[in-house]
């Protein structure tokens, strides 16, 4: 699955126990974090001390993957731990829910051409790989066909004559999957395309890298990004304060000081941030190490993932407790995604 990019993985690394190894100076390079990756939740509750019948586990076709240095921030004996439900395949993902679909956003209409979607105004997203640095449960791609629609296998030309045959697209954004899964060569290689073409502004990494493995903030990375003439923009997804630690914060601010403007974004997730001080401690999070909270996502309707839905009634209210006790520019903007609609809908008290 990620043998494209794990071709340059050369170092053996020895995992030791969780939270052992946790500084930002870890000689793990990413691609070996991606290819050491847990890949069962039997192994995962084993990792972090838990027994995999009470957690519940049960494998389905979205597989395991679970970076170690994303376990590492599980609270070990604890199956409740808010990171450990975000990846732990559960037996709650087999009931069936009334308006849970496989494809709640409408990504396969909106699909053009070599991996473009197009929904928007003014920007275009780039499907520009299948992998993710992490399987989260909840995902609405979950049910998502990569293979079809991942313009790598093109070879990016046709995303980017679509892009470059309409001048109304000022900013592209790179999705996937994750595009930080690509290597850097691949990147670089893409954003001076993207460069080239003269009504390019912007271009946004859609993210969760910086955070599962941080390691991948790389010297090549940050040369990448702060030499190109397109403004960057990144936008990283946590759900927890917990996902933080030493490692995540000197990549974001090594992201920051290369100019790149940091956003993150969530999903309200029953049982894993679906309570206000939860939501406000990662807000302060986000916002002490000058990351701005940007979209608070209402679950999509994925198939599966009906165990994390929270209504949008409660919502509205955790996003009001929010306002209530933080700065303005801390509360995320709390939206859904609805097919054929023409930008992400507020959903406001
Ligand atoms: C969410 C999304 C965007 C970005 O929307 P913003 O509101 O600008 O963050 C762009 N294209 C697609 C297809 C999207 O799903
Ligand atoms: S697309 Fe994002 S939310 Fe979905 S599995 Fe990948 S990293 Fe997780």
Redesign the pocket.
């Known amino acids: 699955m990620f043998s494209n990019d794990l071709s340059t993985a050369t170092e053996t690394v020895t995992f030791r126990g969780p939270r052992a190894d946790r500084n930002p100076g870890s000689s793990v390079s990413w691609q070996s974090a991606m290819k050491h990756a847990i890949r069962s939740g039997e192994e995962l509750c084993r990792y972090v001390g838990i027994d995999p019948e009470t957690a519940g586990v049960l494998e389905n076709r979205f597989p395991t993957f679970v970076p170690r240095e994303l376990a590492n921030r599980i609270k070990r004996g604890d199956p409740s731990d808010p990171i450990l439900r975000q990846v732990l395949p559960v037996t709650n993902e087999t009931v069936e829910a009334a308006g849970f679909v496989s494809d709640p956003v409408g990504d396969l209409n909106a699909s053009q051409t070599g991996g473009v979607l197009h929904k928007y105004h003014g920007r275009a997203l780039i499907v520009t790989h299948g992998a993710?640095?992490?399987?989260?449960r909840?995902?609405?791609?979950?049910e998502f066909p990569y293979s079809e629609l991942n313009a790598q296998k093109s070879k990016w030309a046709p995303a980017l004559d679509y892009i470059r045959n309409d001048a109304t697209i000022e900013e592209v954004l790179l999705?996937?999957?994750?595009p930080l899964t690509l290597s850097d060569a691949s990147l670089a290689g893409l954003i001076d395309e993207l460069a080239d073409i003269e009504h390019v502004q912007r271009v946004r990494l859609?993210?969760?890298l910086p955070i599962?493995i941080p390691q991948r903030v790389t010297s090549e990375l940050l040369n990448l990004l702060g030499g190109t003439r397109l403004g960057v923009w990144m936008v990283i997804?946590a759900n927890h304060s917990q996902e933080f630690d030493a490692a995540v914060d000197a990549s974001i601010k090594r992201l920051r000081s290369e100019g790149v403007t940091v956003l993150n974004q969530s999903?309200l997730l029953a049982g894993i941030n679906d309570d206000a001080d939860t939501l406000i401690e990662l807000s302060k999070t986000l916002i002490n190490r000058g990351v701005q909270p940007y979209y608070l996502h209402q679950l999509d309707k994925v198939r599966g993932a009906s165990h994390f839905w929270v209504s949008p009634q409660e919502g509205r209210q955790l996003v009001q407790q929010m306002r209530e006790s933080l700065p303005g520019y801390a509360v995320p903007t709390y939206v859904v995604e609805e097919a054929g609609e023409p930008s992400k809908t507020p959903i406001v008290s």
């Open positions: 993710c640095a992490v399987h989260c909840y995902c609405f791609r979950r999705s996937g999957g994750d859609h993210t969760r599962v997804h999903v």
